[in-house]
């Protein structure tokens, strides 16, 4: 199969151009770095040549609403338009679990966010979103974001994190599938409090830093409820644990 990653060379995009090309796929890594700017539509058209299908695992630097939704705007009008000028049969984007709830929250980027997926869904292409719950890769940013001298103050919400490669092969299961014109939620087998889950990561790594649930935390500027980076029933459970992604990972 013939596949474009928009994104390619990022940490999802990487580990899926390798996993999509061990399982035969002809796959174009497309980002800034390979020439391809899905923003300015720089070498697009010839990166999305051919392709049966489009992954846009790119993601903004901006976490502000306007410079995100620009971004985001722009981008996926690209893919889309350049896209069914090139015949790509299926789009697929990777989002967040609870996007929606962020967005109302009045969260900037989430806003941004659900945007790009409304461009999607009223776009007309066969689609698929895949939503994923927070990388186990982010854990250590999160937690030194969130520190104030010794401390680490962290939002009290509940997570469900799932690692990276985790994210990826969903990604590639969904990108060879058929378009399935909604969203697929993807999540770790646990479920965590920031601040132990933070705790955790920062023994492993002998930092003696405290760690403090803070309940008037944002996540990327939204104010949120316990449960809402929660994914629903019909979730589909990563197989990597957070101790077993550590204990490779470092």
């Known amino acids: ?22 399982e035969g796929h002809q796959v174009v890594s497309a980002a800034r770095a390979t020439g391809v700017n899905s923003y300015t539509a720089e070498g697009l058209p010839e990166a999305l040549d051919g392709a049966q299908a489009v992954v846009d695992v790119s993601n903004s630097s901006y976490i502000d609403e306007a410079a995100a939704r620009e971004f985001f705007y722009v981008s996926t009008m690209n893919l889309l338009s350049y896209g069914a000028a090139a015949g790509v049969a299926h789009h697929v984007a990777l989002s967040v679990v609870g996007t929606d709830r962020l967005a109302r929250a009045e969260g900037g980027y989430f806003q941004a966010k659900a ?25 250590r940013s999160i937690t030194d974001a969130a520190t104030r001298g010794p401390v680490a103050r962290v939002a009290a919400a509940r997570i469900q994190p799932m690692a990276a490669r985790d994210v990826a092969a969903a990604v590639a299961v969904a990108a060879t599938g058929a378009p399935q014109g909604g969203i697929v939620e993807h999540a770790g087998p ?51 644990r957070f101790d077993d992604w550590l204990a490779s990972s470092h």
């Not at 292409?125 to 927070?134: G, I, K, N, R, Y």
């Open 1 to 22: 199969m013939n596949i474009t990653v928009v994104g390619g060379t990022g940490l999802i995009g990487t580990l899926l151009v390798a996993h999509l090309r061990r």
């Open 115 to 139: 945007e790009q997926e409304r461009l999607i869904v009223g776009s007309g292409a066969a689609f698929t979103l895949v939503h994923a719950t927070q990388f186990f890769e982010f854990v």
């Open 190 to 240: 646990e479920v965590f409090e920031p601040r132990a889950l933070a705790e955790r990561e920062l023994l492993h790594r002998r930092d003696d830093r405290q760690v403090e649930a803070d309940p008037l935390g944002t996540y990327f500027g939204a104010r949120i409820g316990r449960d809402d980076l929660l994914p629903g029933a019909g979730v589909r459970i990563a197989p990597t």
